[in-house]
Structures are given as C-alpha cells and as structure tokens.
C-alpha cells in the first residue's frame, strides 16, 4: 500500500513535469529538433498503465483494513451487483472498445494512405 501510493504520487509528478516540457518547447515550436524528449515521452504511455494499477490497488486495497478490523461492516464494504450485472457490462465495454479500435484503425489507414502533408 506504501509503496503503490507513492509510485503513483512520484510517476504524477513526472507526468507534470513532461507534460509542462513538452508543452513549452511545442510552444516555441522547436518539439520536432529534440529527439531527447520525444525518446522520454515514448515510455510515459507505460508509465501511465503502471499509475492506474498503483491507484486502483491504492483504492481497493486502502479500504480492506477497515473491513477487517471490523470498522467497516463488510455488508457496506462489498458491492450489491450480481454476477450478471457485471458480466453484462463488461461484454458491454468489449464491445465499445472494439468498435472504437476498429473506427480508429480505419481512420489511420485512411490517413497513412494520404499521406503528409505538403509544406509550403
């Protein structure tokens, strides 16, 4: 629990800190001349999956103590969902994100097949 909350506080400081660089060099319209950091974004997709694991341990985690020293009637702490309700939203969600998956692949063929722009 230590450990996951501080890996999520220090990887939101370095996302802050990478947002606020790459932000002010895109400004000054040098982002395209620095390679450096366009290398040190490339991991910061990565880096983001590993802050929503450590949150959501963090979240689901934190409140287990609390059930378990009886603080926290475990009937209040559980979810009242069935089994169906959860399967049934979840398929949901496949089934949105394969959609959009599909949208955005066809939308980056198309947009491979154009081509670059001219620049005047």
Known sequence: M???FHTMVILA????AVFA??????L???IEQLKWLLIIGLPMFFLGILAQETG????EVGRQPWAIQDMLP???ARTNLDTGTVATTFFMFVVLFTVLLIAEVKIM???????PEEVK
């Open 28 to 30: 000054k319209g040098k």
């Open 74 to 76: 475990v009937s209040i």
């Open 56 to 59: 959501w341990a963090v979240a």
């Open 109 to 115: 063929i198309t947009q491979i097949k154009k081509g």
């Open 2 to 4: 230590f450990y996951s």
């Open 13 to 16: 400081s370095l996302f802050i």
């Open 21 to 26: 660089l790459f932000l002010f060099f895109t």
